[in-house]
């Protein structure tokens, strides 16, 4: 099942649990507007490319839209759907004021230079400029891009708008980015998973985490649960995979990777096959590299007692547990949709093991987002300790939110998540008049 069907599945079961009516649910998922732009640019040698560019706004009851924007070959509309949507859903659970987008641009950005780079962003921001803004939709980092892509957004936009620094998340310090942005999905999902043990009466401390994806977010993430006193002990990357029982020597790793760029290589620990990292003893298995990981294949082989989705998407819904307990009244009201869920063979529920679902867990990033847009439209930056802080504040508020919805409809963590992220934003189109 794709990103796409997989969101269109939680929130159609959600919104049956829910009672929402047909016609205001099909209101709820259909993209706000979908744009399709030809970016054409003349490249180093002199030669003219062009790349088709994307960007999918799915929801504004709650407020601006948010999602970053990827530079990737196989950017496409469905996964730029899929992922607006995702991020609607995202910011309702955190309770931030911000619907979903996403965007993109069909590119490999490891084959053109800086300036190309720069040309294609600009011309692409050129061409969505009057479709986005600092209370109608405001861009991010994503896969490909970073700050310096940021920059460059903030500029051209800047051309036609005034200096205009809200415009864009993700940006370099200098122009207003906010402290404590780089490390903040990590971070956020150290707190998430803070919460999840707290709630099961473990902290992070002692227990053993294994961490497929040494990015970004994985490394960050990798340094924090080790700074409480977690014990990671196999991570892997796109070039390889390190194992140690006795814990990886994290800063040692990192250091590493920066050199190297990847952790194949590493001494402190022995080479494992990176395709096997999934299955590694563990307490709590943290997937932050790709979707679809976790499947029907693999699930019966996860040894991990808990599920950490630091990556979209990154559990097939056939590996995953059907949402609702079996025995629930709920259930009966959502037979004709879920029979063949039900069927399904719930081999992560059978399992014992709990997932903390994408949508909050990896929550963190967004979340910062949003104190960078607020320091910029206040004209007040804050200190990284307030931003860790308010960050915390966000994700343990997050979890408790979830887990009473979880009591509410007899759920799991996913499908407490996905009811508390659709009624938020079915409440707002409500209140603001928008039903169908």
């Known amino acids: 099942m794709n990103a796409l069907a997989a ?21 709820l998922l259909i993209p706000f507007r979908e744009v399709k732009v030809e970016c054409t640019i003349p490249k180093d040698d002199g030669s003219l ?7 999918i706004q799915h929801d504004n009851s709650r407020g601006p839209m948010k999602g970053g924007i990827r530079y990737h070959p196989q950017v496409e509309t469905d996964e730029v759907n899929a992922l607006a949507q995702l991020m609607t859903w995202k910011a309702a659970v955190a309770n931030i004021p911000y619907g979903g987008a996403k965007g993109g641009i069909g590119c490999d950005p490891s084959e053109l230079t800086v300036s190309e780079l720069e040309r294609l962003t600009r011309v692409f921001t050129q061409k969505i400029h009057d479709l986005i803004g600092i209370q109608i939709d405001v861009p991010a980092p994503d896969m490909g891009t970073g700050p310096q892509t940021m920059a460059w957004i903030l500029d051209e936009y800047s051309k036609f708008h005034g200096h205009s620094p809200a415009i864009v998340t993700g940006k370099p310090i200098d122009l207003g980015g906010s402290l404590g942005r780089d490390a903040a999905t990590g971070r956020g999902v150290l707190f998430a998973t ?20 040494f990015g970004n977010v994985g490394s960050w993430a990798a340094k924090l649960i080790s700074e409480k006193g977690g014990k990671v002990v196999a991570v892997s990357d796109i070039t390889g995979g390190i194992k140690n029982s006795e814990g990886l020597n994290i800063p040692s790793l990192l250091k590493h990777s920066k050199e190297h760029r990847g952790v194949r290589g590493f001494q402190g620990g022995d080479p494992i096959d990176p395709n096997s990292i999934l299955l590694q003893d563990c307490d709590v298995l943290i997937p932050a590299a790709l979707g679809g990981v976790i499947n029907r294949e693999n699930a019966n082989e996860i040894k991990a007692k808990f599920v950490v989705e630091a990556a979209n998407h990154p559990t097939d819904p056939e590996a995953d547990e059907v949402g609702f307990n079996i025995f629930s009244p709920c259930l009966l009201s959502i037979r004709k949709y879920n029979v063949n869920h039900c069927s399904m063979l719930q081999i992560l529920k059978k399992k014992g093991v709990v997932i903390l679902p994408d949508i909050l867990a990896n929550s963190g990033g967004v979340t910062v987002s949003y104190f960078e847009w607020v320091q910029n439209i206040q004209g007040f930056m804050w200190d990284e300790e307030k931003v860790n802080k308010e960050l915390k504040t966000y994700m343990t508020k997050g979890f408790k939110d979830v887990k009473e919805m979880c009591k509410t409809h007899d759920c799991d963590l996913r499908m407490g998540a996905f009811t508390l992220a659709v009624n938020r934003v079915a409440r707002a189109t409500l209140l603001r008049g928008w039903e169908a």
């Open 194 to 213: 803070e919460a999840l043990l707290n709630q099961h009466g473990k902290t992070i401390s002692g227990q053993r985490f294994v961490i497929q994806g």
């Open 7 to 27: 969101t269109n599945r939680n929130f159609r079961l959600a919104s049956k649990l829910l009672g929402i009516d047909s016609k205001l649910a099909k209101s």
């Open 49 to 55: 490319a062009t790349y088709v560019g994307f960007r």
